[in-house]
């Protein structure tokens, strides 16, 4: 579990599938996740059960959790990729957005996972996160084709 002054990150667990797949399937989250066409409940708990699995490997997605209201507001965690590169990402609640939670969380994530090197991907226009990554210290390398969509990719060494 990782705590900061307004969040919580802490692993998923059954209870949260609801309201994370009540978030996850949200257009306006989804449109800037993966291929941007939107996922299905029952694959948002797959990847829930899937990313449980990768703790204690230098990965991990982690629940996010506002303090505040004791709510799920999203996720943060660095992932592997089939290219063998580790992936940070999130993605909360539209609800949740301007607030700074995502620099909060993934801020204190990468104080825990101290492995490098990693990357982070944005679609073009989603210029919210871009300013959240170049906050982290990520380097822009360029666009590159992922999940089927061409990306600005950055990376931290």
Not at 42 to 52: F, L, V
């Amino acid at each position: 579990m990782i705590t900061t002054k307004r969040l919580v990150l802490r692993r998923f667990n059954e209870q949260d599938e609801c309201a994370y797949a009540d978030i996850m399937t949200k257009p306006s989250v989804y449109r800037y996740l993966g291929t941007g066409q939107g996922t299905s409940r029952e694959m948002i708990g797959r990847m829930m059960t899937s990313w449980s699995g990768t703790f204690g490997h230098g990965l991990g997605v982690y629940a996010v959790l506002e303090i505040a209201g004791n709510k799920l507001i999203g996720h943060c965690g660095v992932r592997g990729l089939p290219c063998g590169r580790k992936e940070v990402l999130y993605a909360f609640d539209d609800s949740a957005w301007g607030k700074g939670y995502a620099t909060e969380s993934a801020k204190a994530l990468l104080q825990h996972h101290t492995a490098r090197p990693l990357i982070a991907v944005s679609y073009p226009e989603n210029k919210a996160s871009i300013g959240v990554i170049k906050k982290l210290g990520f380097s822009y390398t360029g666009q590159e084709e992922m999940f089927g969509v061409m990306l600005e990719s950055f990376i931290l060494v």
